[in-house]
C-alpha cells in the first residue's frame, strides 16, 4: 500500500508497505528496523516477532522516545514482561500492533511533531 501523507521537510516518514517491504522516504527496506523522525536503524536483528530478544528492546529504549510503536510483523501480537524491562524501567510507553498498523500510526504522530520511534519487524521469508 502506498501511503499519501505530508511529508515534513527532513524528517523521516513511511511512504509505503506491503507483505515484502516497508519503505522510508521512498528507500525500500526488507529487514526489520527502527525508525524516528530524525533517524533510521537498519538491519534491527529480528527477523520475525519470535526471534524478538531482551537486548533488541534495550536498544528501542536507548533511542530515548517517549513513545514506541512495535510493529510486530503480519500480525499483533505481544512479547512477554520480561523482554519490556528496559522499555518499562525508562517509563517509555509502548503500543504494540501489527507493522502494518504501526507504519500508519508512526505516521500520523510523526506529522503532529511528537517524539516517536517505530521498532518495525519484517518477517523474512525462510
Not at 522516504?25 to 529487514?31: A, I, S
Not at 520475525?48 to 534495550?58: G, H, I, P, S, V
Not at 529504549?61 to 501480537?77: D, Y
Request: with cysteine.
Amino acid at each position: 500500500m502506498k501511503l499519501h501523507s505530508p511529508v515534513t521537510d527532513g524528517l523521516l516518514s513511511i511512504t509505503a508497505y506491503d507483505a515484502e517491504h516497508i519503505a522510508v522516504n521512498g528507500h525500500r527496506l526488507t529487514k526489520s528496523f527502527l525508525l524516528t523522525p530524525q533517524r533510521l536503524i537498519e538491519n534491527w536483528p529480528p527477523a520475525a516477532f519470535d526471534n524478538l530478544t531482551e537486548a533488541d528492546l534495550r536498544q528501542v529504549a536507548e533511542l530515548n522516545c517517549p513513545i514506541v510503536l512495535l510493529g510486530t510483523g503480519p500480525r499483533q501480537r505481544f512479547p512477554a514482561p520480561a523482554l519490556m524491562r528496559a522499555l518499562i524501567e525508562r517509563r517509555i510507553g509502548v503500543e504494540v500492533m501489527d507493522s502494518y498498523a504501526a507504519c500508519r500510526t508512526y505516521n500520523v504522530l510523526m506529522a503532529e511533531g511528537r517524539e516517536v520511534a517505530a521498532a518495525l519487524i519484517i518477517e523474512c521469508a525462510s
